[in-house]
């Protein structure tokens, strides 16, 4: 006998209502095992005569029942389980940390003889500069903006020009009260 499509599709369903009433008309099941309490599950090892206390004492531990009860225990109490857990989000590298430096301690000598801090590199470039009526302009850029100044004159960031000759021009540091100097080409 052969069915239609039609036929067979009306047969499927047919059975699929039947299995969703029988399911809803047998309801849930009466006898459900309700797990014990742990203490109840676990079942002593059998003890026979044994040679050494190291046995005896082997002997009195515990097992499981089920081997399925410490999962069983893991769902009822997490909070338990959760103690046994590491942190599996913990911060991986693949850089390895460099050592702490160690301090270095200071001798008494060597903090008597010790040299006083540098002051910062001159941060100013020569650009040229301009001789006019006994005066001298001095234009120079600091990170790329110009700078114009002559000698007594304080720049900003705290530097004073001293002096203008053909080949340096003279700056003291006034935080420091340090004197550098700015190399220039030499006037042909």
Not at 40 to 59: F, G, I, K, M, Y
Request: include cysteine; glycine fraction near 6%.
């Amino acid at each position: 006998m052969t069915l239609t499509r039609m036929q067979r599709r009306t047969l499927m369903a047919g059975a699929l209502c039947l299995a969703v009433l029988a399911a809803i008309y047998a309801g849930p099941a009466e006898d459900v095992v309700k797990p014990r309490p742990l203490a109840q599950r676990e079942t002593p090892v059998a003890s026979n005569r044994s040679a050494s206390p190291a046995q005896d004492a082997l002997a009195a531990t515990t097992v499981p029942a089920d081997p399925d009860l410490e999962q069983l225990r893991r769902r009822l109490h997490p909070s338990e389980a959760a103690q046994e857990i590491k942190n599996a989000f913990v911060p991986r590298t693949w850089v390895v940390a460099k050592p702490a430096p160690q301090p270095i301690a200071a001798s008494p000598a060597a903090s008597v003889a010790s040299t006083p801090p540098a002051p910062p590199p001159l941060p100013f470039k020569y650009l040229g500069q301009l001789n006019e009526t006994g005066r001298t302009l001095v234009f120079l850029s600091r990170d790329e903006a110009p700078v114009v100044g002559q000698v007594g004159e304080t720049l900003d960031g705290g530097y004073r020009i001293d002096k203008v000759a053909d080949t340096a021009i003279e700056f003291t540091y006034l935080p420091m009260n340090a004197r550098q100097v700015l190399a220039i080409g030499g006037l042909q």
